[in-house]
């Protein structure tokens, strides 16, 4: 059988660091030995499918999931996925799930002293269209306390994963917005040790996509690792 070309391996220093003391869950779950290289196969370098019928319009709109609009601020969040080679990634799943305005999470292991809104469930998808494009509308998301540390808070964020078309290019991360004066204190955006690639989880206001007399938009542009090689047909 011919050799299967893989997914490049992140740069040094592009992804969270797996142990990072400053936060304090990654000690308990960061591998303590050294990591065994995998070469990629075939379940590796595949993955699923998904068709515009799988859609729901209300999915990628989460102020439009209840009978009323949610409370706080509403913005537009689009951009592009693109692969290393700056291909764009047609069709694939992004999702993404966030806290409401205030800081909450709809979820039972969310105890912060803040507002639920009966109106936002704070999780969408949708799929990116030909050119790779995705867009989302969304409230502004809270900033919230963890125990991680006294006195720890999140900068404000909003959750995303990326399918890509193969196992090996599932992207999870997070979305931060610029001028966010938590940032320079969150552990989590800081185990990325190279800091562009820490600027680059942080969106860009945009006015191309604000639009007038209704809601601010930010632009967050995702890459996904590309080849190892050309993949040829035949
Ligand atoms: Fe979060």
Redesign the pocket.
């Known amino acids: 059988m011919a050799p299967i070309a893989g997914y490049r391996r992140p740069f040094l220093g592009t992804q969270p660091n797996y142990l990072w003391p400053a936060y304090r869950s990654s000690v308990k779950r960061a591998p303590s030995k050294p990591l065994v290289y995998l070469p990629h196969t075939l379940s590796e370098v595949t993955g699923p499918s998904f068709e515009n019928e799988i859609v729901d319009v209300k999915a990628c709109d989460l102020t439009k999931q209840h009978p009323a609009a949610p409370l706080g601020e509403r913005i537009i969040v689009s951009g592009r996925v693109l692969d290393e080679d700056g291909r764009p990634v047609r069709n694939t799943l992004v999702e993404i ?3 409401n305005a205030a800081g909450r ?1 709809l979820h039972k292991r969310d105890q912060h002293d803040a507002p639920l809104d009966p109106n936002f469930s704070g999780n969408g998808y949708t799929l990116t269209d030909s050119d790779g494009r995705y867009r989302f509308v969304t409230i502004k ?1 809270g900033e ?1 306390p963890w125990r991680n540390h006294v006195n720890a808070w ?1 900068p404000a ?1 909003i ?1 995303f994963s990326i399918f890509g078309p193969a196992f090996a290019m599932r992207l999870v991360t ?1 979305m931060y917005f610029p001028g966010d004066p938590l940032l320079p204190f969150d552990p989590i955006f800081n185990a990325t040790a190279d800091e562009l690639a820490r600027k680059r989880l942080i969106s860009a206001f945009d006015w191309e996509s604000t639009k007038s007399e209704w809601a601010l938009g930010y632009r967050f542009d995702i890459i996904l690792s590309g080849r190892e090689a050309t993949p040829m047909e035949g």
């Open positions: 799930w966030q806290a999470y998301p919230y999140r964020h959750h997070q």
